[in-house]
């Protein structure tokens, strides 16, 4: 037995799901704990491409329980879009649960979400539209509605009632946009609440009675650990918590049930949206990171915009060990970088006002603006590793480049992904019986 969170360790688009897809093999829950469908997972098998937006990425197993858990944010319509294409395409989705705690996301979040956003002008966040920011913002306020609530017209009703008047009053007033009806959202959002009845329930206890049959949990994290309300580099954050302390609070389980974490990692680095991004790579570099065209280029799942590339930050990487807790790593899309004749890492920071380096982060906030990277490059590889199943297998030079992150990072690197599809993994060390990094430390 054991509860595993696979947690983004940049910012998000980590490959994430492709991780979540292999190690839900084993899993008996796979849980999302945060979030809505500003999440964009990708699973590749069999040949055939999957797109998860709010759906945890273990689906895919037909024995498995899949859970949206409390602390995410549900727009219904993109769920039962979701759920309608997986049936489409074949799938049972038998074991979904949604928690009636989870916040809905309603028209006016997407309005508001939207014209937010276009009135900030310079200092646009780049959000997804998705409505995660004003939903999140009335669960905090305490005027949002949950899934629970839209299930039962009168409740649905009653509140729509109070919230829609004053959510108007911002649509037209302060955005001139057109004020929205009470009866055609009440219509149109219980009707979507009734095709998603049967799926909703206490999720919480189904995670904990599965503790206590001693069943084996997933917790797949969304977007990542510098994109955290918290811990990121805010203003330019989601506004839930996607690093590991996240999971507990957002499915509704203590700390003490689970037993490793696992971070994702690009072999370098991208960020969708505006904010800080210190290794970031313009001109050909950037380009041939991106790898326009390709499958799997660096496009955004949710949004299709192009993904800014750099580096691999270790700076960043360290931080994310440490607000994560960190046990292990794995590495996706190493082939990226198979073409390179020279890839550059990131191991310090420069403060550009007193030229102090810095290893590790003082603090992610003002700071993290007046810093620049300072870099040690390394030989690439000029060889393809896409079909490469082994670590000793790996050019030489790609298993010093892998040694040099783990030794940085002061963290194992269990898993290498070589390619999108499930087979193109390389499994270095069991990544859920591993000894506890800080264990490890300590002898
Ligand atoms: P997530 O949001 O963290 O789950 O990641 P995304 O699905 O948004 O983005 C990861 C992209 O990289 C997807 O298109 C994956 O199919 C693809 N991918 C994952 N691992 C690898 C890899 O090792 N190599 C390559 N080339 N693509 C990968
Ligand atoms: P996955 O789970 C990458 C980014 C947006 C924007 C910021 C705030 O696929 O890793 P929001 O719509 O959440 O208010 O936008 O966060 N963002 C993501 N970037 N991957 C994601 O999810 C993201 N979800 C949100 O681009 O910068
Ligand atoms: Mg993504």
């Not at 999440?39 to 899949?66: D, M, Q, R, W």
């Not at 970088?337 to 550009?352: G, M, N, Q, R």
Request: with cysteine; hydrophobic share 35%.
């Amino acid at each position: 037995m054991a509860n595993v969170i696979v947690v983004g360790a940049q910012f998000g688009d980590e490959g994430k799901a492709k991780v979540t897809d292999l190690l839900a093999k084993n899993a008996d829950l796979v849980v999302r704990y945060q979030g809505g469908c500003n999440a964009g997972h990708t699973v590749v098998v069999n040949g055939e491409t999957y797109k998860f937006h709010l759906i945890p990425s273990g689906i895919l197993y037909p024995k498995s329980i899949c859970i949206l858990g409390p602390g995410m944010v549900i727009d219904p319509k993109a769920l039962v879009n979701e759920i309608k294409s997986l049936e489409d395409r074949g799938h049972n989705l038998n074991g979904l649960k949604i928690s009636g705690s989870a916040h809905v996301t309603l028209p006016y979040h997407l309005m508001i979400d939207a014209a937010e956003e276009d009135s900030r002008g310079d200092m646009k966040i780049g959000t997804t539209k998705r409505g995660i920011g004003p939903t999140y913002a009335d669960k905090c306020a305490r005027t949002g509605i949950r899934m629970e609530d839209i299930l039962d017209k009168n409740v649905f009703n009653n509140k729509l009632a109070w919230i829609v008047p004053r959510k108007n009053v911002i649509l037209e007033r302060l955005y001139e946009l057109t004020p929205l009806s009470v009866e055609a959202i009440l219509e149109e959002y219980y009707e979507l609440g009734q095709k998603l009845k049967k799926y909703v329930c206490d999720t919480s206890s189904v995670i904990f009675n599965s503790v206590n049959d001693r069943k084996n949990i997933l917790f797949e994290g969304a977007q990542g650990t510098l994109l955290d309300l918290d811990h990121g580099s805010y203003p330019y954050v989601t506004s839930s918590s996607p690093s590991a302390g996240g999971a507990c609070v957002g499915a509704g389980i203590g700390p003490t049930i689970i037993d490793r974490v696992i971070g994702v990692a690009k072999a370098y680095m991208t960020r969708v949206g505006e904010g800080t991004f210190p290794t970031e790579q313009f001109g050909e570099v950037g380009e041939n990171l991106r790898q326009t065209g390709k499958a799997w280029a660096e496009v955004g799942v949710t949004t299709g915009r192009p993904r800014r590339c750099g580096w691999f930050d270790c700076v960043l990487g360290r931080y994310s060990v440490r607000i994560n807790g960190l046990d292990c790593l794995a590495i996706t899309k190493l082939d990226v970088l198979d073409e390179f004749d020279t890839i550059k890492v990131c191991v310090a920071y420069k403060d550009k006002t007193t030229n102090k380096i810095y290893e590790d982060l003082p603090s992610i906030g003002s700071q993290f603006q007046q810093m620049e990277p300072v870099y040690e490059s390394f030989s690439g590889w000029n060889k393809s590793t896409a079909n490469v199943t082994s670590f000793k297998d790996l050019p030489e030079n790609a298993r010093k480049y892998l040694n040099f992150l783990s030794q940085k990072l002061e963290i194992p690197i269990v898993i290498v992904s070589v390619g999108p599809k499930r087979d193109q993994t390389i499994v270095i060390e069991d990544p859920i019986h591993g000894p506890k990094r800080v264990l490890t430390k300590a002898l």
